[in-house]
């Protein structure tokens, strides 16, 4: 045990929590590069309104790094000390980070999207489909909007998608007008259909994706959802939601820790507890 009474505190607060890969990714990073005996990262089932005390603990415990997800990225902010612009605009924090006492928020979801995109494309003028409206799709939205791409949002609630569209002058539309996906590079998944209990649906028909395009989905369990599956089989490319979770806890890791992350471990451990 090489935890002493140096080590920094990272916790996940979310509820649920027990999901949760955060802990395992961060903590084999950590591990793979020898600091397990500087940084430890944990995670705490918090009810919504209990974030306000959350944080005063954080203040009092000196927890190094609070990782907020569903449902307090948008709640945290309320009692932060002081919020990067990027999150601001976002409307949400996933990262804070303690600096001497001072709660800084950050956003890593946005570039969790980004990355793996533009690992196989450049983003500019791009003509990009996101269906959802809800948190992950905000961050989702401010990337597509921040390379220069084109973007119109598809959601189920089409009000949901006007709001969305407005805040980051996108086009929108309701899933009746899904077809129009056929004419755009990139189509993004923001939903959880796809996921349990929804993993034999997709909401993209696969007579709407074709070669050449890039299917993105950011449900991460199942690996291959039916829209990926669709979307292999008719020859686009593909990114799986894995991807989203890794790469936005690469930026988290750096801004915890200051060091290059461990890219391989870490989607070496994600992969491993996915298989669970
Ligand atoms: P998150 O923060 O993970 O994005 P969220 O804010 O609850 O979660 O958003 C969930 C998204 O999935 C929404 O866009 C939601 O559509 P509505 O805004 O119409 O509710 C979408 N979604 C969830 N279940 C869906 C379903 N069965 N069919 C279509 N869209 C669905």
Partial sequence: MSIS??????????DPIE????PVMHNAAY???????????????????DVKKTIKAVRILGVHGLTCTIPHKIEA??????????????GA?????????????YNTDW????????????????????????????????GIKN???KLKIFNRDVKKAKKLAKDFKADYGSLNEIEDVSDYDIIINSTSVGMKPLEKQSLVPKKYLHKGQIVFDIVYKPKKTKLLKDAERVGAKIIFGIDMLLYQGIAQFEIYTGLEAPEKIMRKSLEDNLKK
């Fill in 77 to 90: 902010i309320k009692y932060i000390d002081k919020i990067d612009p990027i999150a601001k605009k976002i």
């Fill in 19 to 22: 999901h949760s890969l955060s």
């Fill in 147 to 149: 390379r220069g791409a």
């Fill in 93 to 105: 924090v996933n990262t804070i980070v303690n600096k001497k006492g001072k709660l800084i928020g």
């Fill in 31 to 49: 591990k793979a590069l020898g600091i397990e005996d500087q940084f430890v990262f944990t995670a705490a089932k918090i009810k919504v309104e």
């Fill in 5 to 14: 009474a140096k080590t920094k505190m990272c916790i996940i607060i979310g």
């Fill in 111 to 142: 570039l969790g999207a980004i990355i793996p995109l533009e690992k196989i494309t450049s983003l500019k003028n791009k003509k990009v489909a996101l269906i959802g409206a809800g948190g992950a799709a905000r961050a989702i939205a401010f």
